[in-house]
């Protein structure tokens, strides 16, 4: 006798959904939005693939039980608005009860998409900084960090996007929550970014090979935060490319060809 293929019930897949298949070895693939039907055919494999010991398997499920997947227009109004009230009051009068009343979302909707509001408003921080503060590749790692820094003294100093990184900061000095926040969104993926430019001089030869690019990383931002914390001598694109042209004066590849100093504008 036939042995029935073991059923799935289907009922829990009538949402678009987000799965992620084991495809090999520490590898996953993600399928998404998988209708009902489809499922239906492939059950048994789908089942057993749900109750694999895959971490993203949970996920999936928690996901599905969660509703909806993201609306793209209501994660821009939130970001907006939240970095609207960012600019207009201090992070420690920010809620999610007024975030959620002034983008006309719900709390759960925010909850869904973001774990805290710490969280919040450091994407909400980013969608007016990351893109005013780009890395080119000129060809000369010098050039490429100073245009970088330059980008963010300007940014920093012309918009709102200082004072309230710099209010962020000293937030989060007694707010662990925003503290991991700034550190994970904000500042690591920066410096992996970084620490990838610095690395490339070193491939090209411009750069000496036993640097510590985590020192070096630092010696850049570290005086560009002081001078934006501490405001005891001006932030601007003059001390930044003396500072720039100090550093990479250290770091550069003796046996390199030499690159001529830009004075400040």
Known sequence: MRTAEPRCDVRAVRLPLVRRVLTGRNHTRRIENVKAPAVARGAGTLCAVRRASDPGADAGRQ?????????????????????????????????????????????????????????????????????????PDTGSTREDVRQGVLALVVLWTHTATGPIIASLIAEA???????????????????????????????????????????????????????????????????ANRLIDLLFDGCANPLAESVPAVEGV
């Open 173 to 239: 000095q007694n707010d662990a929550a925003l503290e991991e926040a700034i550190r994970s969104r904000f500042l690591a993926p920066r410096r992996a970014l970084g620490k990838a430019i610095l690395q490339r001089g070193i491939d090209r030869g411009e750069l000496r090979p036993d640097l510590d690019l985590e020192v070096v990383l630092d010696a850049i931002y570290g005086p560009i935060y002081h001078r934006l914390l501490s405001r005891h001598a001006p932030l601007d694109t003059t001390f």
């Open 63 to 135: 996901a599905v039980q969660r509703g909806r997947p993201r609306s793209d227009e209501k994660t821009r109004r939130i970001l907006r608005t939240t970095a609207d009230l960012l600019r207009s009051g201090r992070f420690t009068d920010l809620t999610v009860d007024l975030i959620a009343a002034e983008a006309g979302v719900s709390k759960a909707t925010i909850y869904r998409w973001w774990p805290n509001k710490s969280a919040l408003a450091i994407d909400a921080f980013l969608i007016d900084h990351a893109p005013g503060v780009p890395f």
